[in-house]
């Protein structure tokens, strides 16, 4: 047994960074969560660094004890050079060039990954999908991506954009995407897409629960009072959460039946609706793969939940040093 290394990662998403020191056998030794709203990377990056440093020294270790980073960045972005391009969420972060920063500023090597690829690490390292070979995470909230990991390695494409599953197309000529296709997946099945379609239909239907719920304000419907109006039993909102659960249903049968993995992992939805999401999903999953490659998986919620932000950049550092044949 080879002693474990010592790894930090960082989370850059719009509202918080996300700092994490853990042990590269899967302990987390230490986390810190940083103000990200519209702020300045001459700001944060180096507020990042001294709290990194300080999480080392509460920890007994220095940055000579590290032996990688792994930053998790959203896109779009540079992910060979290690630029933040233009982060959608963080107006004034413009080709940032972060991992140089980080490898400058800690005298280590470290990787950049886009944040639906570090989460599936994430959770194959720390949470649901420890153990597996083949295995496939999900982020399902505002919008859909996947991190997939396929023969004990994480699946980048050519271009990086592998597990961009939210924008397979589902619906030919079917509602608009903000990513320019139509009929995409995530228009049907993300959170921000059934808000706005819920709130354009329910514009005519002025007697609906979700209606009155928000007091007429239709701007305020969103998944969780989907959710409400599904559990209070109203027609609409019911036929309306049947579809997604069947759509969603049709896309993990296609998975299976390509990746035939042993564990699929649900993000938010999962964990945050528990049976309402799931029950549905597992009654039509039969219907859109084989009964051999619907046995070999497990289909459950993530573990790491709201903690994400503290694991995915070490994970991203694990599987950098995992990739370098080091681990
Ligand atoms: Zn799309």
């Known amino acids: 047994m080879t002693q474990p290394r010592y790894v930090i990662g960082y989370d850059v998403g719009g509202t918080k960074l996300g700092i994490g020191l853990a042990s590269t056998d899967g302990k987390l030794l230490g986390s810190a969560m940083l103000p990200n709203k519209d702020t300045y990377p001459e700001d944060v990056l180096p507020e990042a660094l001294r709290i990194s440093k300080q999480l080392l020294a509460d920890a007994g270790l220095s940055t000579k004890d590290l032996a990688a980073f792994g930053i998790s960045s959203p896109y779009p972005a540079d992910p060979v050079n290690g630029i933040m391009t233009a982060p959608t969420n963080n107006k004034f972060w413009r080709n940032v060039p972060i991992r140089k920063y980080f490898e400058d500023n800690l005298g280590i090597a470290g990787c950049f990954e886009n944040d639906a690829n570090c989460a599936a690490l994430a959770e194959w390292f720390f949470g649901a999908g420890r153990g597996c070979k083949d295995f496939i995470f999900l982020t ?21 954009f592998a597990g961009e599953l939210g924008h397979m197309v589902v619906k030919p000529d079917g509602r608009y995407c903000n990513c320019g296709l139509r009929g995409c997946y995530e228009a049907y099945c993300g959170g921000r897409a059934i808000a706005m379609h819920l709130q354009a239909e329910l514009r005519t239907m002025p007697e609906n629960i979700m209606v009155k719920m928000v007091d007429g304000k239709l701007e305020d419907i969103d998944m969780i009072v989907f959710e409400k109006a599904v559990r209070a039993g109203d027609a609409y909102a019911m036929e309306q959460w049947d579809e997604m659960c069947r759509l969603n249903a049709q896309v993990f049968g296609g998975l299976l039946n390509t990746f035939n993995p042993e564990r699929l992992v649900l993000g938010t939805f999962a964990w945050a609706i528990g049976d309402l999401f799931m029950d549905p999903i597992r009654k039509y999953l039969p219907k859109y793969c084989w009964k051999q490659t619907l046995q070999d998986c497990e289909l459950v919620a993530g573990e790491l939940k709201r903690e994400m932000a503290a694991y995915a950049g070490p994970a991203a550092a694990i599987n950098f040093l995992k990739e370098k044949g080091e681990l």
């Open 140 to 160: 399902m909230s505002t919008g859909i991506g996947a991190g997939i990991i396929a023969a004990d390695k994480l699946v980048r494409g050519k271009g990086f």
